[in-house]
Antibody, heavy 119, light 106 residues
Framework: EVQLVESGGDLVQPGGSLRLSCAAS????????MHWVRQAPGRGLEWVSY????????YYADSVKGRFTISRDNAKGSLYLQMDSLRAEDTAVYYC????????????WGQGTLVTVSS | IQMTQSPSSLSASVGDRVTITCRAS??????LNWYQQKPGKAPKALIY???SLQSGVPSRFSGSGSGTDFTLTISSLQPEDFATYYC?????????FGQGTKLEIK
């Protein structure tokens, strides 16, 4: 069974940093490209970032480019999102998700981790 | 690529046939996916590549369209279908979602 478990969400002050993790199990993580998607409270889904199975290429939404960095450790079965220069508008539940290659969609999702940016 | 869904909210009854529309700001071929999200839960994939049903999803869900205009249809609403639905394009490497359609019980 595919399992994705996010962690690292917390309350952080504006301008601060946070690192999210996503622990993957139940599938071949090292052959699977991954995404981060977020959802602000009461709002819709916003795609954040992508990383291929090999670690490159990586893509970012304009709203986070230059501030967030996606990475992965295939040996550990883990995906990461380093978030710097955090803003109030980054407050959201952050989900990691697997990319299904043949159909190019997000077929498995974690339960999410909440990031709150506030002073 | 901007994705626009309509309507933003919809009230319907069990047994109704419901259609949700998604329009892309440019042509995206059939790189269009649909997700269902219930309160407090992660989204769940329903339809991929505009019209392919995700494994395990009931056949009352169907998708159609190509280019810029797409639809998600639920042929006979069941109580468990009341949720928020999102379209998402994967034509661009920078994915984008529609703003969502909240389906409520009438």
């Amino acid at each position: 069974e595919v399992q994705l478990v996010e962690s690292g969400g917390d309350l952080v002050q504006p301008g601060g940093s946070l690192r999210l993790s996503c622990a993957a199990s139940g599938f071949s993580f090292d052959t699977c490209s991954m995404h981060w998607v977020r959802q602000a409270p009461g709002r819709g889904l916003e795609w954040v970032s992508y990383i291929s199975y090999s670690g490159s290429p990586k893509y970012y939404a304009d709203s986070v480019k230059g501030r967030f960095t996606i990475s992965r450790d295939n040996a550990k079965g883990s995906l990461y999102l380093q978030m710097d220069s955090l803003r109030a508008e980054d407050t959201a539940v952050y989900y990691c998700a697997t990319r299904e290659d043949s159909g190019d969609y997000l077929d498995n999702w974690g339960q999410g981790t909440l990031v709150t940016v506030s002073s | 690529i901007q994705m626009t869904q309509s309507p933003s909210s919809l009230s319907a009854s069990v047994g109704d046939r419901v259609t949700i529309t998604c329009r892309a700001s440019q042509g995206i071929n059939n790189y269009l996916n649909w997700y269902q999200q219930k309160p407090g839960k992660a989204p769940k994939a329903l339809i991929y590549a505009a019209s392919s049903l995700q494994s395990g999803v009931p056949s009352r869900f169907s998708g159609s369209g190509s280019g810029t205009d797409f639809t998600l249809t639920i042929s006979s609403l069941q109580p468990e279908d009341f949720a928020t639905y999102y379209c998402q394009q994967s034509y661009s490497t920078l994915y984008t979602f529609g703003q969502g359609t909240k389906l409520e019980i009438k």
